[in-house]
């Protein structure tokens, strides 16, 4: 048997019964609500994850890079939809997918776009379907739901030669910041009414607006109203992380990822003990700080139960170090040089990104080792 403490380090950890436990939670939670689940797999980027994220569902997933498409494409999905905004260039990849009986739906909000998006694929011999991205207050991209640029965009995509208007589509990303579920009740409404006035709008116009997809992790679990939303494509709940626990979100149970490290320094002048997990394990994300201070780039855990070490947080990350600030003196002790830690990372995606595979636990035992997809 191959425990989670005999890894090198630093490693990839993803505890496969909690990873399973959150992806029921979603399922059910979406089901009861009569929303398709379209997950994001841009947190995953794992063909064994998502067909685990897809059972039961309808089969359609979400992902961020042309290379995760085609990536997928390759593993037998067959219902795609590239949820970042489209320009030609990135066309010829995933034209031929279509060829193959792959559904390829791609993303605009630019009418200048949605013209060279609908020619170019016209050229290519080809019809994508795409979504108009929706403002509805992330402020990252989209037009408003009372926008002129609505209609205008919609008729380009419904009326072009190599386009098909698909329906609307938003990502409440703002829900990360905020404070309490409450504050995250009052956005994912917000995200329902802004969706669903502009499918309206396209309807009243005569355009198509057969899809309403909203999409954020705090959205999809703290929302109380869908009415009028068709799908939800939520990324992070697969994993959850330290951002999403303080949120409110999930529990610390819930905590499906982490980073095997192992403690390579005692500095004690300065009261630091070093990791062997830095930024290129990590990442810099600072995300869950906005929530409680003082957390640094995670949270160190035991390493064989992954609870916690009260008070102790990688506080400052170089390339290939972590830093500790060691505040109980006992920990020298308990954490000599060589023994190793868990690290709870502040945000799944980032930190996953930071590694080439998973090193699947289950119930304390080793048990598979799934690759990551990587590129654009």
């Not at 997933?61 to 219902?79: M, N």
């Not at 640029?149 to 990360?176: C, D, K």
């Not at 494509?233 to 994993?239: C, H, S």
Request: proline share 5%.
């Amino acid at each position: 048997m191959v425990r989670p403490v005999d890894l090198p380090t630093p490693s990839l950890l993803l505890d496969l019964p909690v990873l399973c436990n959150n992806l029921a939670t979603m399922g059910r939670r979406m089901a009861e609500h009569g929303i398709a689940l379209r997950p994001h797999l841009k947190t995953a980027k794992s063909a064994e994850v998502a067909m685990l994220a897809t059972e039961g569902q309808s089969g359609g997933i979400t992902v961020s890079t042309v290379a995760e498409a085609l990536a997928f494409a390759g593993h037998g999905f067959k219902d795609i939809t590239y949820a970042v905004g489209i320009v030609p260039g990135k066309l010829e990849p995933l034209a031929p997918l279509l060829a193959k009986g792959v559904k390829i739906t791609l993303l605009t909000d630019n009418a200048a776009m949605a013209r060279a998006v609908t020619d170019k694929a016209a050229a290519l011999g080809v019809v994508f379907d795409v979504m108009l991205e929706i403002d509805t207050g992330g402020h990252r991209a989209g037009v408003l739901p009372d926008s002129a640029e609505l209609l205008e965009v919609g008729r380009i995509l419904h009326e072009g030669p190599g386009t098909r208007l698909a329906g609307v589509l938003t990502h409440a990303g703002h829900s990360y910041h905020c404070r309490s579920r409450d504050e995250i009740k009052t956005v994912a409404w917000a995200e329902r009414e802004g969706l669903v006035h502009a499918a309206e709008r396209l309807r009243a116009a005569g355009l198509p607006c057969p899809v309403v997809s909203a999409g954020s992790t705090p959205t999809a679990m703290c929302g109380e109203d869908y009415s009028g939303i068709t799908e939800m494509r939520p990324g992070v709940y697969m994993f959850m992380d330290v951002h999403q626990l303080l949120l409110g979100v999930c529990s610390a149970q819930d905590l499906a990822l982490s980073v095997l490290a192992t403690v390579i320094g005692h500095n004690r002048p300065a009261d630091k003990l070093l990791i062997d997990a830095g930024a290129l394990a990590l990442s810099k994300d600072v995300s869950a700080n906005e929530l409680m201070a003082d957390i640094g780039y995670g949270v160190v855990c035991d390493a064989a139960t992954a609870r916690p070490i009260a008070n102790l947080f990688v506080t400052d990350v170089s390339q290939e170090h972590g830093m500790c600030a060691v505040t109980d003196d006992t920990l020298w002790d308990r954490l000599p040089v060589g023994s190793k830690v868990r690290i709870m990372p502040n945000h799944a995606c980032i930190t996953a990104a930071c590694h080439e595979a998973y090193h699947v636990v289950d119930h304390g035992e080793v048990i598979d080792k799934w690759k990551r997809f990587g590129g654009w």
